[in-house]
């Protein structure tokens, strides 16, 4: 009972993070599974069958309130399914020995990422409306796909920036377009698993867990995201992420180093990590500033 609240905790501060910043629920509970011992197959497969039930809540939600751009649903989205099967039976046929080192290096580079992406400014949308072409959309959803079901997570910090950068949707539409098209990746991740792994390499039981604590935060992460601001969490997610698939890739026979180094690298880390979010917040009170100065004044009766 107290390891499904966990990963029921685990699962709701997953899905905060991933509605407010429109990524990183597969990235920050693979990662959190990983770090509690779950091979990592069986983390993604796991992480995956939980999502059909969180990216179906988040599309519905966003389809609601009109934050879905159907076309680009299909033309991302479909690519990103194939990808995304092809990935989940990758991941499927590496030992747990091999396997382990190349999500944690994926997962990491996904978390270098992160942080950048949001202690980085938002770019522009310059372009907003101008179509997206499926010859930009389709390679994007193959690699976001593929990346998503191997390492684990990947479909948002890829797919979101991404779109982000065209200028060509506005931010609300990219969140909400690519948490819709991510059922899709969902779906055929887990399909490819069962076929990899068989019901044996999933454990229902904490997918039901991270399903439940999802459902709980995704009308909770609307709230939050209007009060917390998104590049703050971003950072702070980015760092979690970094140390501990560094971590694990410091302990593990590819890299195996000893404690002077790893104590070092863990230093060097942390105080990156701490670097970007006190610039974040730096930036953030900045902008919070310059609005307020910018304000009209009403005038005096």
């Given at each position: 009972m107290r390891a499904f609240v966990v990963l029921a905790l685990v699962g709701l501060g997953a899905q905060l993070v991933d509605g407010s910043l429109g990524m990183a629920y597969g990235v920050t509970s693979t990662t959190l599974l990983l770090a509690a011992g779950t091979s990592p197959?069986?983390?993604?497969?796991?992480?995956?069958?939980?999502?059909?039930?969180?990216?179906?809540?988040?599309?519905?939600?966003?389809?609601?309130?009109?934050?879905?751009?159907?076309?680009?649903?299909?033309?991302?989205?479909?690519p990103g399914a194939a990808g995304a099967f092809a990935g989940a039976t990758f991941l499927s046929r590496l030992s747990t020995e091999a396997a382990a080192p190349v999500m944690a290096l994926i997962l990491l580079a996904l978390g270098v990422y992160v942080l950048v992406r949001f202690t980085r400014r938002v770019p522009s949308t310059a372009n907003a409306g101008r179509p997206l072409r499926r010859r930009f959309l389709a390679p994007l959803g193959v690699v976001a796909g593929f990346v998503d079901a191997s390492g684990g997570g990947g479909?948002?910090?890829?797919?979101?920036?991404?779109?982000?950068?065209?200028?060509?949707?506005?931010?609300?539409?990219?969140?909400?377009?690519?948490?819709?098209?991510e059922f899709l990746v969902a779906v055929a991740a887990s399909l490819g698993f069962l076929a990899g792994l068989g019901t044996a390499g999933i454990n229902a039981g904490q997918a039901a867990a991270l399903l439940l604590g999802g459902l709980i935060a995704a009308p909770i992460a609307a709230w939050?995201?209007?009060?917390?601001?998104?590049?703050?969490?971003?950072?702070?997610?980015?760092?979690?992420?970094i140390v501990t698939n560094a971590r694990t890739l410091l302990n593990g026979d590819w890299i195996d180093a000893g404690a002077p180094v790893r104590y070092t690298a863990y230093a060097v880390l942390y105080a990156i990590w701490a670097a970007a979010v006190g610039y974040s917040v730096r930036r953030y009170r900045a902008e919070r500033r310059g609005t307020a100065a910018a304000a009209p004044v009403p005038e005096a009766a």
């Open positions: 197959a069986a983390a993604s497969a796991t992480v995956h069958l939980a999502e059909i039930g969180t990216t179906l809540a988040s599309g519905v939600a966003h389809w609601r309130f009109g934050n879905v751009d159907w076309k680009v649903v299909a033309k991302v989205g479909v479909w948002g910090p890829v797919g979101t920036p991404a779109l982000l950068a065209s200028g060509r949707m506005e931010p609300r539409k990219v969140i909400g377009t690519i948490d819709t098209s939050l995201v209007r009060h917390l601001p998104p590049a703050v969490l971003g950072s702070a997610v980015g760092g979690v992420i």
